[in-house]
C-alpha cells in the first residue's frame, strides 16, 4: 500500500511539474485559438471531471501492475491539506496547487501523461 502511495505522490508531483513546460505561448496564437473556438458552432459544454485515473501497464505481457482510480473531490481535498500550497521550479516559477487543480477541471476529461518506457507504460488522465 505504501508503494501506492508513493507511486501516486510521485505521479503528482510529475504531473504539477509538466504543466509548467507548457505554460509559455505565444499571445498572438492565443488569441487565435480563442477566436476560433468562440466562433466554432459545433462548441459543446465540457463534461464535468469526476475522477482521477493512474495506470501503471507492463508492456511485454499487457497486464496491469497498478490502477488507480480516485475521486476528483479526494485530489482537491489533498492539495488543500498539502504543507507546501506551491511547488517552486528550478527555473524560479512556482505552481499554485489548488489553482492547477482548479483549471485542470475547467478543461475537462483530458489525457494529462503518457510515459512509454522499454518495460511500462504510464497514463495519468482526468475522467
Known sequence: MKKVILLTTLLLATLFLTAALFGAGDRDDY???????????????VKEVKWFKVLVTDTKTGKEKVKITMPIALVEIFARCAENKEVKMSSGCSLNLE???????KAGPLAIIEVNEEDETVKVWLE
Open 31 to 45: 488569441q487565435v485559438i480563442k477566436k476560433a473556438v468562440q466562433d466554432s458552432p459545433r462548441v459543446e459544454p
Open 99 to 105: 489553482q492547477l487543480l482548479a483549471e485542470l477541471k
